[in-house]
């Protein structure tokens, strides 16, 4: 395993018109009390704001939270933006309301992982450690 030289940066989101934010706040409280650094863009943002931020901030990991039923539409448009960026490598996640039938379709697209209600915000704090230490550090 590759020591990091910084902590693992993750930007949430909230992509589209959801303006529900409570869950991603705690997520990001959650990931933050866990060590990482967290760049939270708050709500209703477009899927090139995201991509935007994300190369910004030179994020590991990009979390997207949504409600609102349109991930099947904005997270193709979020997965293009960074493969344009060259941030193919960037762990993408999903949490919120997202019927099981589109999470095949999704990981086929390049999504890495999807936490629906009632994940543990230790198992995913896991997951992202886990799967970021795995892969070299540039």
Same mark, same amino acid.
């Given at each position: ?18 303006? /529900? ?5 705690? !997520?990001?409280?959650? #990931? $933050?009390?866990? =060590? +990482? *650094? ?32 349109? /991930? ?5 448009? !979020?997965?293009?933006? #960074? $493969?344009?960026? =060259? +941030? *193919? ?50």
């Amino acid at each position: 395993m590759l020591e990091r030289r910084r902590k693992i940066r993750v930007l949430v989101a909230k992509p589209g018109l959801d303006g /529900h934010d409570r869950g991603a706040k705690v !997520i990001a409280r959650s #990931l $933050r009390d866990a =060590g +990482m *650094e967290v760049i939270y863009t708050g709500i209703r943002q477009t899927p090139q704001m995201i991509v935007e931020a994300a190369v910004q901030e030179d994020v590991d990991v990009i979390g997207l939270s949504i409600l609102s039923g349109a /991930h099947m539409e904005l997270f193709p448009e !979020i997965l293009a933006g #960074l $493969r344009e960026n =060259g +941030m *193919e490598d960037v762990l993408l996640l999903a949490g919120g309301i997202i019927p099981v039938e589109d999470h095949e379709p999704l990981g086929e697209m390049g999504l890495n992982g999807i936490f629906g209600p009632g994940s543990s915000t230790k198992d995913i704090v896991k997951f992202i450690k886990d799967t970021v230490e795995e892969r070299p550090f540039s």
